[in-house]
């Protein structure tokens, strides 16, 4: 089974600056897919990023990207310029590739509170 | 385009009580699921289902029952409810093909059972 592990359980920044938020999972496919979930305190889970296993590139929306270190099985959300909105909860989440019934079947890390300090 | 819709967004149940947490999702989507959300826990996955008609277990699936007679509803029944299913509950969906394939959220429905 996979397993998706979030080491930080709460993490702090101060506005403009950068953080990086860390993500290692356990898995023996070779195709799947990882996520950064942003959840504020409305509860809502929002898609901040993805990433392809089988892209080398990693992948960049605005002012978040990843490192994706596949041999280490590890996933990292850095933020940068961060800003008071930012502040929630982030989940790391796996789903396997395409085929049979993995569609829909995320595993999720235990989450990492972000503290954004004015 | 309303997209996964829940409801009700909060519900407070008598130990032993039934009921049934509601997902409608407009964008017809083959895939849909069920999550509990707990304290420390991140998501987990109750049931899932891969079209109408079809549906399977999850990692936390007793004390929960789904069925999917449409590809756009998806109903969660609590048979008997007990205090450990205090939780957030969220559905999502997904389409089958594409490119990664987003899955979609609802906004949760907080369920306290007392």
Same mark, same amino acid.
């Given at each position: 089974a996979q397993t998706v592990t979030q080491s930080q359980p709460e993490m702090s920044v101060q506005e403009a600056e950068t953080v990086t938020l860390s993500c290692t999972y356990d898995t023996s496919e070779s195709d799947y897919y990882l996520f950064w979930y942003k959840q504020p305190p409305s509860r809502q889970m929002i898609l901040v990023i993805r990433q392809e296993a089988y892209k080398q590139q990693n992948a960049t929306e605005n002012r978040f990207s990843v490192n994706f270190q596949k041999a280490a099985k590890s996933f990292s959300l850095k933020i940068s310029d961060s800003q008071l909105g930012d502040a929630a909860m982030y989940f790391c989440a796996y789903r396997r590739g395409a085929g049979g019934t993995s569609y829909g079947k995320l595993t999720f890390g235990q989450g990492t509170i972000l503290t954004v300090h004015p | 385009n309303a997209g996964v819709t829940q409801t009700p967004k909060f519900q407070v149940l008598k130990t032993g009580q039934s009921m049934t947490l509601q997902c409608a999702q407009?964008?017809? &989507?083959?895939?849909?699921?069920?999550?509990?959300?707990?304290?420390?826990?991140? @998501?987990? @996955?109750? &049931?899932?289902s891969v079209g109408a008609g079809i549906t399977d277990q999850g990692e936390v699936p007793n004390g929960y029952n789904v069925s999917r007679s449409t590809t756009e509803d998806f109903p969660l029944r609590l048979l008997s409810a007990a205090p450990s299913q205090t939780s957030v509950y969220f559905c999502a969906s997904s389409y089958s093909q594409g490119s990664g394939n987003t899955i979609y959220f609802g906004e949760g429905s907080w369920l306290t059972v007392v």
């Amino acid at each position: 089974a996979q397993t998706v592990t979030q080491s930080q359980p709460e993490m702090s920044v101060q506005e403009a600056e950068t953080v990086t938020l860390s993500c290692t999972y356990d898995t023996s496919e070779s195709d799947y897919y990882l996520f950064w979930y942003k959840q504020p305190p409305s509860r809502q889970m929002i898609l901040v990023i993805r990433q392809e296993a089988y892209k080398q590139q990693n992948a960049t929306e605005n002012r978040f990207s990843v490192n994706f270190q596949k041999a280490a099985k590890s996933f990292s959300l850095k933020i940068s310029d961060s800003q008071l909105g930012d502040a929630a909860m982030y989940f790391c989440a796996y789903r396997r590739g395409a085929g049979g019934t993995s569609y829909g079947k995320l595993t999720f890390g235990q989450g990492t509170i972000l503290t954004v300090h004015p | 385009n309303a997209g996964v819709t829940q409801t009700p967004k909060f519900q407070v149940l008598k130990t032993g009580q039934s009921m049934t947490l509601q997902c409608a999702q407009d964008m017809n &989507h083959e895939y849909m699921s069920w999550y509990r959300q707990d304290p420390g826990m991140g @998501l987990r @996955l109750i &049931h899932y289902s891969v079209g109408a008609g079809i549906t399977d277990q999850g990692e936390v699936p007793n004390g929960y029952n789904v069925s999917r007679s449409t590809t756009e509803d998806f109903p969660l029944r609590l048979l008997s409810a007990a205090p450990s299913q205090t939780s957030v509950y969220f559905c999502a969906s997904s389409y089958s093909q594409g490119s990664g394939n987003t899955i979609y959220f609802g906004e949760g429905s907080w369920l306290t059972v007392v």
